[in-house]
């Protein structure tokens, strides 16, 4: 064991005390000291400083319970994956922003209050029909649509099947604690988007007309618009149609979604 | 499996952060200015989540990060603490000090709180790479390698910081002690015996 001297031995100290030193150091170090009154003291004092950290290491106050929520909320891989399919395809990752951010401000609205009017909510949703339909699966079979639906927003509505559109995907979203479900359809070159949720959708303020089975029927931007409710479920739809042609449309799909809720 | 990888990776990032958020207050010196460090730390820590090779250097990889975004935050506001001449002096000098005697403090409690006051100030004068290399170590928890690696250098380089930074210390509390006579100057007499044998 190699035998220190006095300016070895202080120089080491520090090492000894954070237990940093390796077993050889640290048994000369152990026994300078216990030979060694004036280092000793230095050790003495040591400690005393090296307590006054301790103290200071205890006495630092802890993040604020809100500060951990900013951090782990908005970023946390389990509460936000980020599919790598929208990482390959930037346009998609971005029409898919604006979805969500279609979808936040029809729940919003929606969530804001029953009177709240429906041209907002449409125009919104033309917007995003418009771009190329961002959804989160692309498939024309309403089986596995409606089976998406049913994982994503805890809830199974039936999948409508408007004559002359072809599904082409369903993009699900939980916003502000409600799920929402839009459908994309396309046909003779047109599109149709319906969407789907719990909020009672014919309740919204700007309709023009209703029918008997409670349609609601409006315009916005030269855009038709027809809502109606099923069970607890409330479907929206937005389209190109005459106001006639969603009507037929919408009259055949309310029959097949009336006994809409397969929990 | 990427992706279980990076659940991993993201459960040890989130467990550093109560030692990130106290480096960050003692390095700043108030909560709000700690807050903002710790958040643009984990915003950069997200967006670079794939070059983390490995679990076991995550702490200090959080570490050298936030310590990027306090010399940025420095350099922004142009609030790089000055030296103070004494500092300078006392780091550059070898060892030199005589320290008080702690063996027959009569007023513990009392003389606690004062060195507690006296150390947060004598910190502050600390050059920014001593003071950080200090505070990773005593606040944060981590080990000399770990501080190697968060402040890219290496390990000796950290134990003379270490070195440094506790010597001023322990120059500035025994120059409080003295000067105030709150603790004895002088060893024992069984002490100093002892040396004169």
Same mark, same amino acid.
């Given at each position: 064991?190699?035998?220190?001297?006095?300016?070895?031995?202080? *120089?080491?100290?520090?090492? =000894?005390?954070? *237990?940093?030193?390796?077993?050889?150091?640290?048994?000369?170090?152990?026994?300078?000291?216990?030979?060694?009154?004036?280092?000793?003291?230095?050790?003495?004092?040591?400690?005393?400083?090296?307590?006054?950290?301790?103290?200071?290491?205890?006495?630092?106050?802890?993040?604020?319970?809100?500060?951990?929520?900013?951090?782990?909320?908005?970023?946390?891989?389990?509460?936000?994956?980020?599919?790598? =399919?929208?990482?390959?395809?930037?346009?998609?990752?971005?029409?898919?922003?604006?979805?969500?951010?279609?979808?936040?401000?029809?729940?919003?609205?929606?969530?804001? !209050?029953?009177?709240?009017?429906?041209?907002?909510?449409?125009?919104?949703?033309?917007?995003?029909?418009?771009?190329?339909?961002?959804?989160?699966?692309?498939?024309? *079979?309403?089986?596995?649509?409606?089976?998406?639906?049913?994982?994503?927003?805890?809830?199974?509505?039936?999948?409508?099947?408007?004559?002359?559109?072809?599904?082409? !995907?369903?993009?699900?979203?939980?916003?502000?604690?409600?799920?929402?479900?839009?459908?994309?359809?396309?046909?003779?070159?047109?599109?149709?988007?319906?969407?789907?949720?719990?909020?009672?959708?014919?309740?919204?303020?700007?309709?023009?007309?209703?029918?008997?089975? #409670?349609?609601?029927?409006?315009?916005?931007?030269?855009?038709?618009?027809?809502?109606?409710?099923?069970?607890?479920?409330?479907?929206?739809?937005?389209?190109?149609?005459?106001?006639?042609?969603?009507?037929?449309?919408?009259?055949?799909?309310?029959?097949?979604?009336?006994?809409?809720?397969?929990? | 499996?990427? #992706?279980?990888? *990076?659940?991993?990776?993201?459960?040890?990032?989130?467990?550093? =952060?109560?030692?990130?958020?106290?480096?960050?207050?003692?390095?700043?010196?108030?909560?709000?200015?700690?807050?903002?460090?710790?958040?643009?730390?984990?915003?950069?820590?997200?967006?670079?989540?794939?070059?983390?090779?490995?679990?076991?250097?995550?702490?200090?990889?959080? &570490?050298?990060?936030?310590?990027?975004? &306090?010399?940025?935050?420095?350099?922004?506001?142009?609030?790089?603490?000055?030296?103070?001449?004494?500092?300078?002096?006392?780091?550059?000098?070898?060892?030199?000090?005589?320290?008080?005697?702690?063996?027959?403090?009569?007023?513990?409690?009392?003389?606690?709180?004062?060195?507690?006051?006296?150390?947060?100030?004598?910190?502050?004068?600390?050059?920014?790479?001593?003071?950080?290399?200090?505070?990773?170590?005593?606040?944060?928890?981590?080990?000399?390698?770990?501080?190697?690696?968060?402040?890219?250098?290496?390990? #000796?380089?950290?134990?003379?910081?270490?070195?440094?930074?506790?010597?001023?210390?322990?120059?500035?509390?025994?120059?409080?002690?003295?000067?105030?006579?709150?603790?004895?100057?002088?060893?024992?007499?069984?002490?100093?015996?002892?040396?004169?044998?």
């Amino acid at each position: 064991m190699p035998k220190l001297n006095c300016q070895e031995a202080q *120089n080491l100290l520090e090492a =000894f005390h954070d *237990n940093e030193l390796d077993g050889l150091n640290s048994l000369s170090v152990q026994e300078h000291l216990d030979e060694c009154p004036d280092c000793r003291r230095q050790w003495r004092w040591l400690c005393e400083v090296e307590a006054s950290l301790q103290r200071l290491s205890e006495s630092t106050p802890s993040a604020t319970q809100d500060l951990r929520r900013r951090i782990l909320q908005p970023t946390s891989p389990k509460l936000s994956p980020v599919p790598r =399919f929208f990482r390959a395809h930037l346009r998609l990752t971005t029409l898919s922003a604006l979805a969500l951010l279609l979808a936040l401000a029809a729940t919003v609205t929606l969530k804001e !209050g029953t009177r709240a009017d429906v041209m907002l909510f449409v125009r919104d949703s033309a917007k995003m029909a418009q771009n190329a339909a961002p959804v989160d699966l692309r498939t024309s *079979n309403p089986k596995e649509a409606e089976q998406r639906l049913k994982d994503r927003l805890g809830f199974a509505p039936t999948v409508p099947n408007p004559a002359g559109f072809k599904l082409v !995907g369903v993009r699900c979203c939980h916003i502000n604690r409600e799920p929402v479900g839009l459908l994309l359809f396309e046909g003779n070159g047109q599109q149709l988007s319906c969407y789907i949720g719990r909020s009672s959708m014919i309740a919204l303020r700007g309709f023009d007309d209703a029918t008997r089975k #409670g349609i609601k029927l409006g315009t916005c931007e030269g855009r038709r618009v027809a809502a109606w409710a099923a069970g607890n479920v409330s479907y929206l739809m937005v389209s190109d149609l005459t106001k006639d042609a969603l009507l037929v449309m919408v009259n055949q799909v309310v029959n097949s979604t009336s006994q809409s809720l397969k929990q | 499996m990427p #992706g279980k990888e *990076n659940d991993a990776r993201a459960e040890t990032i989130l467990a550093c =952060f109560e030692a990130l958020y106290r480096s960050a207050f003692r390095l700043t010196g108030n909560k709000a200015q700690a807050e903002d460090l710790v958040q643009e730390t984990y915003l950069r820590a997200w967006r670079s989540l794939s070059e983390l090779h490995g679990l076991s250097s995550v702490q200090p990889w959080m &570490f050298r990060i936030l310590r990027t975004v &306090f010399i940025d935050q420095l350099r922004r506001e142009s609030k790089r603490p000055k030296l103070v001449t004494d500092v300078k002096k006392m780091l550059a000098a070898p060892e030199q000090l005589s320290p008080p005697e702690v063996s027959d403090v009569k007023d513990r409690r009392n003389l606690d709180e004062v060195f507690d006051q006296e150390i947060l100030f004598a910190m502050i004068e600390l050059p920014d790479e001593e003071r950080s290399a200090l505070l990773f170590q005593v606040v944060g928890g981590l080990s000399y390698r770990e501080i190697s690696e968060a402040m890219e250098c290496p390990i #000796g380089t950290v134990m003379s910081r270490i070195h440094r930074a506790k010597r001023w210390l322990r120059h500035r509390l025994a120059a409080y002690a003295r000067n105030y006579g709150i603790m004895r100057m002088t060893p024992p007499e069984e002490e100093q015996r002892d040396a004169e044998a």
